[in-house]
């Protein structure tokens, strides 16, 4: 099957007893055994609940792998993940992740006495520079956020296996339709469904992916334990955002890709940070393992209150700290997604209050960029 027939017959088999074309919300908590000593299929909604069970297998084939587990949000999800580790653990993080991810690395991890530290993953050699006896695991994100940094996921995962690391990466810029890191040999793939998966801004939800057993077994474990699952009402609609994935993502880039063109050619913008165009920095690396560029794009305006004014003129984006939705969202990351930084670390990444960052909604072009002169015109 192509990638956009799988995205409508995976999982959501609908319901054997009525024929019901989409999986119905069982909004229910206990399943009934048939007597004291039989267990039925399904027991206890935490355990497993068969709405939520319809998004973890289509999630799962969608990413190439057996296994999809659903959680309240993507940083549930990442949670989940990493607390397999314990006492004693070091584990390996990308250095421009995601604002929650790092705080969660940052602040709460060395709290269960697990070492973290961040390097810049799209060089395999800082990566060799901080693997050492207790290092158990290496989590990345490519195209990164939101300097669309690109990480050679191959090459990683090969040098991590070496040592005997566990691999996750975060999918949620890509999406499987997009990019299927399993295949490239990573071990764990993390999604924030909230994102392109939902891709209406009304639902928080995370998605883990692993084909490897014994990790499985491992997250099914702190799945339960931890309780943070998706609900089936959640379930339904992000199975459902996950059908019109392929014509959302595909308008989506189009845009974007025209967008990011439109954008090099402004004297105002200085740098414009999209995988899709030509100078990108490992822009060979990206499409060698993603079908497409996406629809992120971050760029710089020549000054702070440049930026600023910029932003205040838009009309159409959302001013927001999500992406990936219907509507374009537009976002100040120093300020808002990534402010949790510290300030040293903000500079070193030129996480700066020039850089914009835009998700690219389902508006028209025409319009997009009527908008954005207009606002650059007045800022
Ligand atoms: C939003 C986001 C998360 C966190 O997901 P939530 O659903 O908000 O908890 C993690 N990673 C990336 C790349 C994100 O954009």
């Given at each position: 099957?192509?990638?956009?027939?799988?995205l409508?017959?995976?999982?959501?088999?609908?319901d054997p007893?009525?024929?019901?074309?989409?999986t119905?919300?069982?909004?229910n908590?206990?399943?009934?055994?048939?007597?004291l000593?039989?267990a039925g299929?399904w027991?206890?909604?935490?355990l497993?609940?068969?709405?939520?069970?319809?998004?973890e297998k289509?999630i799962a084939?969608?990413?190439?792998?057996?296994?999809g587990?659903?959680f309240?949000?993507?940083?549930?999800?990442?949670?989940?993940?990493?607390?397999?580790?314990?006492?004693?653990?070091h584990?390996?993080v990308?250095?421009d992740?995601?604002?929650?991810?790092?705080?969660?690395?940052?602040?709460l991890l060395p709290?269960?006495g697990?070492q973290?530290?961040f390097?810049?993953?799209t060089?395999?050699d800082?990566?060799?520079?901080k693997?050492?006896?207790?290092?158990r695991?290496l989590?990345?994100?490519?195209?990164s956020?939101?300097?669309?940094?690109?990480t050679?996921?191959?090459?990683?995962?090969?040098?991590?296996?070496?040592?005997?690391?566990?691999?996750?990466?975060?999918?949620?810029?890509?999406?499987p339709?997009?990019?299927r890191?399993?295949e490239?040999?990573?071990?764990?793939?993390i999604?924030?469904a909230?994102?392109?998966?939902?891709?209406?801004?009304?639902c928080?939800a995370?998605?883990?992916?692993?084909?490897?057993?014994?990790?499985?077994?491992?997250?099914s474990?702190?799945?339960?334990?931890?309780?943070a699952?998706?609900?089936?009402?959640?379930?339904?609609?992000?199975?459902?955002?996950i059908k019109?994935l392929k014509?959302?993502?595909?308008?989506q880039?189009?845009?974007?890709?025209?967008?990011?063109?439109?954008?090099?050619?402004?004297?105002e913008?200085?740098?414009?940070?999209?995988?899709?165009?030509?100078?990108?920095v490992?822009?060979?690396?990206?499409?060698?393992?993603?079908?497409?560029?996406?629809?992120m794009?971050s760029?710089?305006l020549s000054?702070?209150?440049?930026a600023?004014?910029?932003?205040?003129?838009?009309?159409?984006?959302?001013?927001?700290?999500?992406?990936?939705?219907?509507e374009?969202?537009?976002?100040?990351?120093?300020?808002?997604?990534?402010?949790?930084?510290?300030?040293?670390?903000?500079?070193e990444?030129?996480?700066?209050?020039?850089l914009v960052?835009?998700?690219?909604?389902?508006?028209?072009?025409?319009?997009?960029?009527a908008?954005?002169e207009?606002?650059?015109?007045?800022?």
């Amino acid at each position: 099957m192509e990638k956009g027939t799988r995205l409508i017959h995976t999982g959501s088999e609908g319901d054997p007893h009525t024929g019901a074309v989409s999986t119905p919300i069982y909004q229910n908590v206990v399943f009934a055994r048939p007597d004291l000593y039989t267990a039925g299929q399904w027991e206890y909604s935490r355990l497993g609940n068969p709405t939520r069970n319809a998004l973890e297998k289509s999630i799962a084939t969608l990413e190439g792998g057996r296994y999809g587990f659903a959680f309240a949000s993507g940083m549930a999800a990442i949670a989940a993940a990493f607390l397999q580790f314990g006492s004693g653990d070091h584990v390996i993080v990308s250095r421009d992740v995601y604002g929650g991810t790092f705080g969660l690395a940052h602040r709460l991890l060395p709290r269960f006495g697990i070492q973290v530290d961040f390097v810049d993953t799209t060089d395999p050699d800082s990566i060799l520079d901080k693997i050492g006896t207790k290092t158990r695991a290496l989590f990345i994100e490519t195209p990164s956020n939101p300097l669309m940094k690109i990480t050679d996921l191959q090459a990683v995962a090969a040098l991590a296996k070496e040592y005997g690391l566990i691999t996750m990466a975060d999918n949620t810029f890509m999406t499987p339709y997009l990019q299927r890191p399993l295949e490239t040999g990573i071990d764990i793939v993390i999604h924030s469904a909230t994102k392109y998966l939902g891709g209406h801004s009304d639902c928080l939800a995370g998605l883990v992916v692993t084909d490897n057993p014994d990790l499985a077994r491992e997250l099914s474990l702190l799945q339960v334990m931890l309780g943070a699952v998706l609900g089936p009402q959640d379930s339904w609609i992000i199975s459902r955002g996950i059908k019109t994935l392929k014509v959302r993502i595909e308008q989506q880039q189009q845009t974007a890709s025209r967008l990011a063109q439109w954008l090099s050619d402004r004297p105002e913008i200085s740098d414009v940070y999209y995988p899709g165009l030509p100078g990108h920095v490992g822009r060979e690396v990206h499409f060698g393992q993603a079908d497409g560029a996406g629809a992120m794009i971050s760029f710089r305006l020549s000054d702070a209150e440049k930026a600023r004014r910029f932003i205040d003129r838009l009309r159409l984006p959302v001013i927001g700290s999500s992406l990936g939705a219907v509507e374009s969202i537009v976002s100040l990351p120093a300020l808002m997604s990534h402010s949790s930084l510290p300030e040293e670390m903000r500079r070193e990444l030129t996480l700066d209050h020039q850089l914009v960052r835009l998700s690219v909604g389902l508006e028209d072009y025409s319009d997009m960029q009527a908008d954005l002169e207009q606002a650059l015109a007045h800022s």
